[in-house]
DNA sequence: AAATATTGGTTATAAATCATAACTAATTAT
DNA sequence: ATAATTAGTTATGATTTATAACCAATATTT
């Protein structure tokens, strides 16, 4: 049996669109189902005026008190002049603090202030919520075997190239 | 039992970054394994001078003779202005073709090349030897679940926000 | 200890990516 | 016939990401 042909004659691609090379690639559904997620992401967090990569560096600056920058900006992958405006933003709205280490006098280090630690509680809430909004279809299970799934791609790919989170 | 501290005083994240939140979160390592992915794939797609998206332009194009350009820009979530210099590039490196329609002499259909087909065949190689290499740990069952799993997030959030292919 | 190299942070700027407005020509709807 | 819509295009703007060069401070070398 060959592919099945439409009635009217051969305007084969005027209708429905074949993706079924496409479908064939693990890397396609994830970048789909990942530009989704973080489309949704920014949507979620726009009512906190943060943004994926403003939202990251919160988290990162709660859970590791007093990061320097440099330390931030390899953490999430993102060049360091590109950390400097990331970090004034969240500054200047009085999220986070810079000190001057005693240790080294270059560096700073980062900590979150009372303000910032609302916002990060606030944000959160919204972002678990959205977690769960867009992944509740999938059962414990398989949630955690994907989450396996992707540490493992990511462990093989970084002895290739170096990834970037953007 | 507090947390564990480091035998030598409080320098508490000069040394390993603490990822504890953004772990728990679906979203972060999908977006860290994709773009690790992606960026692979460009790797691999270099040496044929293309991208992702003027490989996956190809690719549609394969897999949909005769596709419009409008029809294409939809498939790929990609703006129709952004299109045409995708698919300038690819014609004018005659890997595709542009052929009016006689039925609505507004519209291009496109065609792939002799050459064109040629590049997509070792480009195709080269990518599923990327995806193979990338995948190679998990089983065919896992991969088949994350792909499943990715399908779900798609569908549940197209019907919130629109995602974009880029 | 002096000279040299490296690091943390910064500025300026360029490159790359992505989106919007406005237009022509052709088609469809009123 | 007129109006509205669609396909493709151009020009351009906004956003995002990367690069080069610099200062001050620290670390390394000799």
Same mark, same amino acid.
């Given at each position: ?30 970048? =789909? ?5 973080? +489309? ?10 943060? =943004? ?5 560096? @919160?988290?990162? %600056?709660?859970?590791?008190?007093? %990061?320097?920058? +440099? ?25 986070? +603090? ?15 202030? @009372? ?15 959205? $977690? $769960? ?22 462990? %093989? ?10």
């Amino acid at each position: 049996m060959g592919k099945a042909v439409s009635k009217k004659g051969e305007q084969p691609s005027v209708d429905k669109t074949n993706f079924e090379t496409l479908n064939e690639f693990t890397g396609y559904h994830l970048k =789909r189902a990942t530009n989704m997620m973080m +489309s949704d992401l920014n949507a979620t967090l726009k009512p906190f005026e943060l =943004r994926l990569l403003s939202y990251t560096a @919160l988290v990162l %600056i709660v859970d590791n008190p007093r %990061i320097r920058m +440099s330390q931030l900006a390899a953490a999430m992958d993102v060049e360091r002049p590109n950390m400097v405006v990331i970090v004034d933003a969240l500054e200047s709205r009085e999220l986070i +603090s810079r000190q001057r280490l005693e240790t080294d006098r270059r560096a700073y280090a980062l900590n979150i202030t @009372l303000a910032g630690r609302r916002l990060y509680e606030k944000a959160t809430v919204a972002v678990r919520a959205h $977690e $769960e909004r867009l992944t509740r279809q999938l059962d414990a299970q398989t949630r955690d075997k994907v989450i396996e799934a992707m540490k493992l791609i990511r462990k %093989i790919g970084e002895l290739r190239t170096h990834e970037t989170y953007n």
